[in-house]
């Protein structure tokens, strides 16, 4: 896992200040743009987590989503969209988080998942070092309960990569 972890930080590009002054974005469209590279990447994923590990995968907005439709794709599964707020047309369950600059909440459809479903939640956290919700989120609405069962990948690097271009995997 360390060679890709090398392999994603030295497709990725430092953009200071943005979207707001102090931050550091961690830009990934270099990587999606190398086909070698992704690939190796999505393949990497795959191999780490077992392709029979979950049943489906869900990418939250909206990097997450060109990774998670990739790894749907290589493993013959579906793909869940988690969008932000007021996205989505049917009825949502909706997690809320706190961002180093703001807030903001999340979404997926109520029947997105059955019950006992693996679900491997794809996400990056390399824009600015701060993480989604967690997988343990409860992703509640009106007078329900979660979805089902959930793992995570996520790519994070040091502290959102101030002064750090490594990335490492954790699997939650």
């Keep these: 896992m360390a060679d890709l972890a090398e392999l994603v930080a030295s497709r990725i590009v430092d953009v200071p200040d943005f979207p707001k002054a102090g931050i550091l974005f961690k ?4 990587l999606f743009a190398d086909g070698p ?3 190796q990447v999505i393949d990497g994923i795959v191999e780490h987590h077992g392709a029979d590990s979950f049943d489906v995968v869900a990418g939250i907005e909206a990097r997450g989503f060109v990774i998670a439709a990739a790894i749907a794709y290589a493993t013959g599964i579906g793909v869940v969209p ?3 707020a ?3 047309p049917r009825e949502t369950y909706a997690a809320s988080y706190a961002l180093e600059y703001g807030e903001a909440a999340l979404e997926l ?4 998942f059955t019950p006992g479903q ?5 996400d990056d956290v390399l824009a600015t070092g701060v993480p989604r919700p967690p997988p343990s989120i409860s992703w509640s609405g009106p007078g329900e ?3 089902g069962s959930r793992c995570c990948w996520s790519c ?9 271009r490594r990335a490492t995997y954790t699997r939650c």
């Design 37 to 39: 590279a992704f690939r």
């Design 109 to 112: 459809h109520r029947d997105a």
């Design 27 to 30: 830009d990934l469209t270099p």
């Design 86 to 88: 007021g996205k989505l």
């Design 145 to 147: 309960g979660s979805p």
């Design 118 to 122: 693996r679900v491997l939640v794809v």
């Design 82 to 84: 988690v969008r932000k």
């Design 156 to 164: 994070r690097s040091c502290r959102g990569g101030r002064g750090s």
